[in-house]
C-alpha cells in the first residue's frame, strides 16, 4: 500500500465509479496533482454490485447531454487504457401497458427528440422479434433507444482508474479519510491515518457515506442510504446475448441479460432505508440477507413478463445499500456552506449510467471555479435548510426512491413530509378552497376551489381539473384583482458601508437608485450567463432589501456571498421568515389598496418601481409597485404577526370590487402572456439576457465594471443564435408542458422551456428558444412556417417576437 502524499491540489475521496470518473477528468483536463482516496478497495462500496444499465434521457437537456457523453466515453475507453469497460451498446426499451402510459412514453419521446436523442417507437409485434423469450402480452407498445447499453461497472471503474493513473493522478486504497480540515471557511487539508493532506478542493465523491463526511464539517449532502434488490437468474431459455435492457415500469421491473441468464430488479412503492448512519469502518463489498418477502412483490409481473422465470433458480442474489435522494437527481458541485468543498453523490441507483458525464462536469467545475454549463437540476444549492434534518430527508427521499417507475404526471405533487412550513395564511386561505402544492417546503396555494369543489388535483395528460378554476383566477387579474399569497418568496437584507459597491459589481442592473426605488436586476456569470433573477430595493444609503424565487434561498445567498471581497463592510441576512408577501394585483388593486392605505397610492404618489413604507390596515408594509402578471400591483412585506390582519382587510374592501384569490398555477399563466421568464426554465446560466429579450434590465455602461459585463461586450452586435419567442396554436384540444419541439419549416429549432394556456388570448401558449447557428432576428422569426410535436403529433403554430398581451407593458404602469 503506497502512502498518500502530504500536499495535492486536489483530493478525491471514494474509488468507485464516480471518484474515479472525477480523477480521470481531471488529469484529463490538465490538473493531475490529484490524489484519491479509497478507504478500502475500488469499487468496494456500491459500485460493484450495481446492475450496469445505462440510460440517457433525462427530463432537463444538460443532464441527458451528460449522459450522452457518458455513452460517448464508455463507448472509446476500452481502446484507450486497454482494459475490458464491459460496454454493449445494445440499446434500451421501456415498456408500457397502457394508454396513460404510452402518452408518457410519447412525450418523453418527442423530449428526446428536443435534445437530439433518437429514439424509435415500437408495436408489440416488433418487441417480440427484439426481445425472444419475453411475452408481450398485455403491452401497448414501447419505446427502444439504440445508443443506450449495459456495462461492467467494476471493469468500467477500473478503466478509469487506469486513465487517471496514466495522466498523473495518484490513487490510494486501504485509506479511509478521519476528517476534513477548514481555515477561513474553507477546505484545508483531508485527516488520514497516515496524515494529513494540505490541498485547495476536495471532491466527496464516497456514495451512500458522502452525507457523514460533509456532516463532520457543517456541510450538507442530502441523501438517503437504502436498500434495493435484484436477482442473477439460472440459464433462461431464448433469450438473446443482444437483448436490450428493459424497464417495464408499469410493473416496477427492470431486466437485463446477465450469461445466458436474466438479472431482475425493480423499485417498490415501499422502499427499505439503511437503518442507522453509514460509517467508515462499514464492511468493504458488504451485501445485506435477501429480503424475499419484500421482493416477492414483484414476481407475478416478472412471470408475466419472462414466463421462464417460473422454472429457473437463481444463481446470485444482491441486496445493497445505494444513495437517493427526495427529487429522484443526483447530487453534483460546490457545497455552498464550505468553499473549495464539491460532491458528486446520491445517484438514485443510477451511477453507472451519470459517471462519465458527472465524472467530466465536476472537474470542470473544479478547476474552473464556476459551474461549467446549468446544472440546476443536480446543483447542490437546490437544497435548504429543512434538508439538514435526517427525519424530513428520510421521509422525502423514500418517496422519491418509490417514484422511480411511477407515472409521471404533468404538475405533479409529491407528499411526505407535508406541511413542513405554513405561512401565517395557511388556515385562512385551507379555509377559502385552496389546493397547495409544495417548494422548498413551503405549502403554497396552486389554485382555490369553489364552492362544492374538491380541492384536489386528478392527475392526467389532458386538460387538468383546476382549468376552468384557474381561469377564472387569471380573468379576476386581468379584469378586476387578485390576491396572492406569495410569503414563500426569499428575502435578504444586505447592509454596510461597502453594500452599494458590492451589489452594483454583483449586479448587471444599477441598483444604486435613490432609496425608494426597486430595480429588476441579474446577477450573471463570466460568460455573461444568468445566475440569479431577482428584484433590489434601495432601503436606505447602506442598506438593501433584495427579492428571489422561492427555491432561491441557498442558490442565490451563496452566489452573493461568494463575490464578496475580502474585507468589505458588507452583511447579508436572510429575513425570509421574517415578512410574509401579498400581491395585490388587477385594475382594481389601487382602488382597494387606497381604501385600506394611510397613505397616496395614485400614479403620481406612487409610480411604477416605487417603493414606500406606510401603514396598511393599521401594520407596517413595506409598498413594492412590482409585478410578475402585467398588471397593475403592488407585492406588500408584511411583518409576519401583521399578515392575517392585512389580508382580512384586503379581502374585506374586495369583496365589492371583484377581488378573488389566486395561486401560483394562475400567476404563471399570467407570465406566460407577458413573456415573462422564470429562472431555472426561461433563463439560466446558459443563456444571455440579451437572447431572453431582457436587455433593458443590463446597465452595460454603468460606472462600476460588473461580473458578465467582459462577455456581453465581446458579444457585442453579434447576432443573437438563439431567442425567446411566445408560441401559440389555435388547437384547443392541445395541452402544452414544456418541452415540446418547435419546428420551423420541418427543421427543429428549440423546444418549448414552459407551457400552459393563456387565458386571456384564448390560447395554448408556451415559451422557448429559436436556435439558429447563422443567427436569429426578427426576420427569421416571422419568415417560417411554424410546427409544434406534443405528444407525436404534429400541430400548426404561431410564433410571435414580443409578449402576446400587452407587449409594451402599458398596463403594469398605468
Not at 407498445?141 to 493513473?165: E, H, Q, W
Request: charged content about 20%; overall charge negative; hydrophobic content about 40%.
Amino acid at each position: 500500500m503506497s502512502d498518500p502524499p502530504d500536499q495535492a491540489r486536489i483530493v478525491v475521496i471514494g474509488g468507485g465509479i464516480i471518484g474515479c470518473s472525477t480523477a480521470y477528468h481531471l488529469a484529463l483536463h490538465g490538473c493531475n496533482d490529484v490524489v484519491l482516496l479509497e478507504r478500502a478497495q475500488l469499487t468496494s462500496g456500491s459500485t460493484w454490485h450495481a446492475a450496469g444499465l445505462v440510460g440517457q434521457l433525462r427530463a432537463s437537456a444538460n443532464i441527458t447531454q451528460l449522459l450522452r457523453y457518458s455513452v460517448e466515453l464508455y463507448a472509446r475507453l476500452e481502446q484507450e487504457t486497454g482494459l475490458a469497460t464491459g460496454w454493449k451498446a445494445n440499446g434500451s426499451l421501456r415498456l408500457c401497458c397502457s394508454k396513460a402510459r404510452r402518452t408518457e412514453i410519447q412525450r418523453q419521446m418527442v423530449t428526446a427528440q428536443s435534445f437530439g436523442l433518437h429514439m424509435e417507437f415500437l408495436s408489440p409485434g416488433e418487441i417480440a422479434e427484439l426481445c425472444p423469450g419475453m411475452s408481450v402480452a398485455g403491452l401497448d407498445s414501447g419505446v427502444y433507444v439504440p445508443s443506450d447499453g449495459v456495462a461492467s461497472p467494476s471493469d468500467l471503474t477500473m478503466s478509469l482508474a487506469k486513465g487517471a493513473r496514466d495522466r498523473g493522478v495518484q490513487i490510494v486504497e486501504n485509506t479511509p479519510v478521519t476528517g476534513l480540515q477548514l481555515k477561513d471557511g474553507a477546505v484545508a487539508a483531508v485527516i488520514t491515518p497516515q496524515g494529513s493532506i494540505r490541498c485547495e478542493s476536495v471532491a466527496i465523491c464516497a456514495g451512500l457515506w458522502s452525507r457523514e463526511i460533509a456532516r463532520s464539517v457543517g456541510a450538507n449532502i442530502p441523501l438517503l442510504p437504502s436498500h434495493h434488490q435484484y436477482m442473477i437468474t439460472e440459464t433462461l431459455e431464448d433469450l438473446s446475448p443482444d437483448m436490450p435492457g428493459i424497464r417495464d415500469p408499469d410493473r416496477l421491473t427492470y431486466y437485463k441479460e446477465e450469461v445466458g441468464g436474466l438479472a431482475a430488479g425493480g423499485y417498490e412503492f415501499n422502499p427499505v432505508p439503511l437503518e442507522g448512519r453509514p460509517a467508515r469502518d462499514d464492511a468493504a463489498f458488504e451485501l445485506y440477507p435477501e429480503m424475499l418477502e419484500h421482493f416477492e412483490q414483484f414476481m407475478p409481473g416478472m412471470i408475466e413478463r419472462f414466463p421462464g422465470l417460473a422454472a429457473v433458480g437463481v444463481k446470485r442474489w444482491f441486496n445493497g445499500v445505494e444513495s437517493f435522494t427526495e427529487d429522484t437527481n443526483f447530487i453534483l458541485g460546490e457545497l455552498p456552506e464550505v468553499r473549495g468543498l464539491y460532491t458528486a453523490s446520491g445517484f438514485n441507483a443510477m451511477g453507472i449510467a451519470s459517471a462519465g458525464g458527472a465524472g467530466m462536469a465536476l472537474a470542470r467545475w473544479m478547476i474552473d471555479g464556476e459551474q461549467p454549463f446549468d446544472l440546476w437540476p443536480v446543483d447542490p444549492r437546490r437544497f435548504g435548510a429543512l434538508h439538514r434534518s435526517d427525519r424530513s430527508v428520510r421521509v422525502r427521499a423514500l418517496e422519491g426512491q418509490g417514484h422511480h417507475y411511477a407515472m409521471h404526471w404533468p404538475h405533479y405533487e409529491f407528499t411526505a413530509g407535508r406541511p413542513l412550513r405554513r405561512t401565517p395564511l395557511f388556515y385562512r386561505l385551507h379555509e377559502h378552497g385552496a389546493c397547495f402544492g409544495a417548494k422548498s417546503g413551503w405549502e403554497r396555494p396552486n389554485w382555490f376551489a369553489p364552492a362544492g369543489v374538491d380541492a384536489r388535483d386528478e392527475y392526467s395528460f389532458g386538460r387538468p381539473n383546476w382549468f376552468e378554476h384557474v381561469a377564472a383566477e387569471h380573468t379576476a387579474a386581468r379584469e378586476t384583482a387578485a390576491l396572492f399569497d406569495q410569503s414563500a418568496f426569499v428575502k435578504f437584507v444586505v447592509t454596510g458601508r461597502d453594500a452599494a459597491g458590492a451589489l452594483q459589481r454583483i449586479c448587471a442592473g444599477d441598483v444604486a437608485t435613490d432609496p425608494g426605488r426597486v430595480t429588476y436586476t441579474q446577477m450573471l456569470n463570466r460568460r455573461g450567463g444568468i445566475e440569479c433573477d431577482l428584484t433590489v430595493t434601495r432601503v436606505s444609503t447602506s442598506e438593501f432589501y433584495l427579492v428571489t424565487g422561492t427555491a432561491m434561498a441557498t442558490h442565490d445567498l451563496h452566489h452573493v456571498r461568494r463575490h464578496l471581497r475580502s474585507g468589505e463592510d458588507v452583511t447579508v441576512v436572510d429575513v425570509t421568515s421574517g415578512y410574509g408577501v401579498l400581491g395585490l394585483m388587477g385594475p382594481q388593486s389601487r382602488s382597494i389598496l387606497q381604501s385600506v392605505a394611510e397613505a397616496d397610492v395614485s400614479a403620481a404618489a406612487f409610480p411604477f418601481r416605487g417603493v414606500r413604507e406606510i401603514m396598511v390596515a393599521g401594520a407596517p408594509v413595506r409598498v413594492i409597485r412590482m409585478t410578475f402578471v402585467g398588471e397593475l400591483g403592488w407585492e406588500l412585506h408584511i411583518p409576519s404577526e401583521f399578515m392575517i390582519t392585512v389580508y382580512d382587510a384586503l379581502h374585506e374592501a374586495g369583496q365589492g370590487l371583484g377581488l378573488r384569490n389566486a395561486g401560483y398555477r394562475a400567476i404563471d399563466s399570467l407570465r406566460l402572456e407577458k413573456q415573462f421568464c422564470v429562472w431555472g426554465a426561461e433563463i439560466t446560466p446558459d443563456d444571455l439576457p440579451y437572447e431572453a429579450g431582457l436587455g433593458f434590465a443590463i446597465a452595460l455602461h454603468k460606472d462600476t465594471d460588473f461580473v458578465g459585463r467582459d462577455a456581453l461586450l465581446k458579444h457585442g452586435n453579434q447576432p443573437l443564435n438563439k431567442r425567446l419567442v411566445s408560441v401559440t396554436t389555435e388547437d384547443q384540444d392541445v395541452v402544452l408542458l414544456g418541452r415540446e419541439t418547435i419546428y420551423r419549416d420541418d427543421r427543429v429549432v428549440g423546444w418549448l422551456s414552459s407551457g400552459g394556456y393563456g387565458h386571456t388570448i384564448g390560447k395554448p401558449l408556451g415559451l422557448g428558444y429559436l436556435r439558429n447557428p447563422q443567427g436569429v432576428d426578427d426576420g427569421f422569426i416571422a419568415g417560417g412556417h411554424y410546427q409544434l410535436d406534443v405528444a407525436g403529433k404534429r400541430i400548426d403554430a404561431q410564433v410571435h417576437a414580443r409578449a402576446v398581451y400587452d407587449p409594451h407593458g402599458e398596463r403594469m404602469r398605468s
